[in-house]
């Protein structure tokens, strides 16, 4: 199929030869019928307008042959039926004038349908590229979607494993306060065993071991959230609330190094929008990054952790330690995936500490503090309306 074949089987592709022929016929009759009435007016030359009037219709509707058809037709009416007794110069020079104009038609009736046919075969383009773009798109979103859940596994069991190491002082945190607890129900029954029952130091014994029942719950809590496999989910959430809960519990582990931790929280900090699981786990791992640092250091060991507001409405949280501080020549692969300095290490924690605060609206960054340690600080939008 040539392109004008093509071009008109695109454009007119109900349009049989009959009707493009009858169509050219029509058209003629139609302008004599009119050129008739104009006599009554004495302008015999009216055909002349008319007649061209039919031959742009016939092109431009029917096509090439069709056109040429009214074209011959024209010449033929006009010479036989509107002007037989204008002499032959006349007739030729009308008959050019029929001629020039059927050639100028011809030209504008190809270069219409090999636009068509370019228009066409560039709409077909695009719509083969729109649709190899939506199974691209489809693809990567199926590909996105994947990457996720992988992240999410990886952290989830970044946090599992980090939880088992602090196994031991999990337990003692959770074994103060139910100890607390049976010592002051122990308490509370030596008060109402005596000979004469003192009701308010057991009911004093007994609100403390409501409380301490309280904390243990508490922590249990904050153990199991950090267990807990789920989608991410974004809220609402109260940065100090969740430095608070994380230097409770890690204390003892803290404590077992002989490390003191030390909090400045700003106050009236703005809530953030994000995944309250995920901000528990970028502290952990950098509390517990500070805390190894430090364990086997001589002189003071202080764990610092500071909440403030940051420029362009940005809060930013700063865990600072006086440990071993960053691998010398080394500080810019610390966020590497696979880079660990330590003997045990995943080189994990950090990557993805990095990948949570990024995937938050945030930065996180370290440097090596003087004389001696190491601060990580990470910024996160204060905006509300902030979403992946």
Not at 214 to 225: D, G, L, M
Not at 291 to 320: C, F, H, N, T, Y
Request: aromatic share 6%.
């Amino acid at each position: 199929m040539g392109k004008r074949d093509k071009a008109q089987w695109i454009t007119r592709p109900a349009a049989s030869a009959a009707v493009r022929y009858g169509l050219a016929l029509l058209s003629v009759a139609a302008a004599a019928g009119m050129a008739q009435l104009f006599l009554h007016f004495h302008l015999p030359l009216a055909f002349n307008a008319f007649a061209l009037t039919a031959i742009a219709v016939a092109f431009w509707y029917g096509g090439t042959k069709p056109g040429i058809l009214a074209a011959v037709l024209s010449a033929l009416v006009r010479s036989y039926i509107f002007d037989p007794q204008i002499n032959s110069i006349s007739h030729v020079l009308y008959d050019l004038v029929f001629l020039v104009f059927a050639l100028l038609m011809t030209g504008v009736t190809r270069a219409r349908d090999d636009l068509e046919v370019r228009v066409a075969e560039r709409t077909a383009e695009l719509t083969r590229a729109n649709e190899d773009l939506k199974l691209e798109i489809a693809e990567r979103n199926r590909a996105e979607e994947a990457l996720r859940q992988t992240q999410s596994d990886l952290a989830r069991i970044s946090r599992v494993t980090t939880m088992g190491e602090l196994t031991a002082s999990l337990a003692h945190e959770v074994n103060q306060p139910i100890t607390a607890a049976v010592t002051d129900a122990n308490t509370c029954l030596r008060w109402l065993t005596r000979d004469q029952p003192d009701l308010g130091e057991a009911r004093d014994a007994a609100s403390r071991v409501v409380r301490d029942a309280a904390r243990a719950t508490e922590i249990i809590s904050r153990i199991r959230s950090l267990f807990k496999k789920g989608t991410p989910r974004r809220e609402l959430v109260d940065v100090n609330e969740i430095i608070r809960g994380m230097v409770a519990l890690l204390r003892s582990e803290a404590a077992r190094h002989s490390i003191s931790m030390r909090t400045e929280l700003s106050e009236g900090l703005p809530q953030i929008m994000g995944d309250r699981v995920q901000l528990q786990q970028v502290l952990m791992n950098l509390m517990i990054n500070g805390i190894e640092a430090m364990k086997d250091v001589d002189g003071p060991r202080e764990l610092s952790i500071k909440s403030q507001s940051a420029e362009d409405e940005q809060l930013m949280v700063s865990i600072s330690d006086s440990g071993i501080g960053l691998p010398p020549q080394q500080a810019e692969r610390i966020f590497d995936s696979f880079f660990t300095t330590k003997q045990d290490g995943t080189g994990m924690g950090l990557r993805i500490s990095r990948s949570i605060v990024e995937s938050h609206g945030g930065r996180l960054w370290g440097a090596n503090n003087p004389p001696r340690g190491a601060s990580f600080q990470f910024t996160l939008p204060s905006k509300t309306d902030n979403h992946e």
